[in-house]
């Protein structure tokens, strides 16, 4: 019975942590220098996003917030 408990609570956890890292909007991935923003330098890094940058922008001021970031479709 505790085997079972405790191979059904780790079976959980993984589930979880893969989900979180699929649906994971990638924020840090490009946020290279870790400011909490994405610049356009940093956005190079992904054609799309570079596609998408100045629409993203929404506030102008050539940075990508994390909200900005979340509309991004790539």
Avoid: C, H, P, W
Avoid at 7 to 17: E, F, G, K
Avoid at 38 to 53: K, P, R, V
């Amino acid at each position: 019975m505790m085997k079972t408990a405790m191979t059904m609570m780790t079976a959980m956890a993984l589930t979880v942590l893969a989900t979180q890292a699929i649906a994971g909007d990638g924020f840090e991935k490009y946020d290279t220098d870790g400011d909490g923003t994405i610049s356009l330098n940093e956005a190079t890094a992904n054609s799309a996003l570079m596609g998408q940058f100045k629409v993203l922008d929404s506030n102008g001021d050539g940075l990508l917030s994390r909200k900005e970031f979340s509309e991004f479709n790539g």
